[in-house]
């Protein structure tokens, strides 16, 4: 390993956590986070200097309480999501993590979230687990993210139990019937 110096971790901090795209890897981020904590004494110490939150800090450090099989793909940058680090170390036993980080980097879904689900929920193996997302999420399968205010969201979750169908159900019934509409007005 490296030998770190203050200037460099704070410039490997600065430069991969004040942009969108990183040019380090998690794992070396974490290892300067860590060199800081402890030369700061506190993640607080190292979260004002560097402009994050202290929860920024502790997601950057679960990083290196994860098994050495995780940690190389994240320095491989197969892993390379904070999120995806948070989800895979809340599993919690290492040989879990190990199997869910491999069937993540196998799968196309890249949702670590549904992986952990099915591992942890409802007690299915890892290949069956990714054998499950891979089926689930074909090819052309299209998901669009539509973002509401909480208001307008408790709406239509209200109109949608009443109905007996799912928000997203209702949804796609209401885009379906605007094109139908659409399509009859252009006909007309």
């Not at 980080?101 to 007690?123: F, H, M, N, Y």
């Amino acid at each position: 390993m490296k030998e770190f110096d203050e200037e460099t971790a704070l410039s490997i901090l600065f430069s991969n956590t004040k942009r969108k795209k990183r040019d380090a890897d998690l794992l070396t981020i974490a290892r300067n986070c860590d060199y800081l904590v402890r030369l700061y004494g506190s993640q607080q110490a190292v979260a004002d200097r560097v402009g994050i939150s202290s929860e920024m800090i502790r997601e950057f450090l679960t990083t290196l309480k994860l098994p050495a099989e995780v940690q190389k793909l994240v320095s491989e940058r197969k892993i390379d999501r904070v999120d995806v680090v948070r989800e895979i170390s809340a599993l919690g036993d290492p040989a879990k993590q190990v199997a869910a980080a491999e069937a993540l980097i196998q799968t196309p879904s890249k949702d670590i979230r549904d992986i952990k689900r099915l591992v942890k929920e409802a007690g299915v193996s890892i290949q069956d687990a990714e054998r499950v997302i891979s089926e689930a999420k074909p090819q052309k399968l299209h998901i669009f993210v539509v973002d509401f205010n909480e208001a307008t969201y408790r709406e239509i979750a209200a109109q949608a139990k009443s109905l007996k169908i799912t928000p997203a159900e209702l949804i796609k019934e209401i885009v379906m019937d605007w094109l139908r509409r659409k399509t009859e007005g252009e006909e007309a």
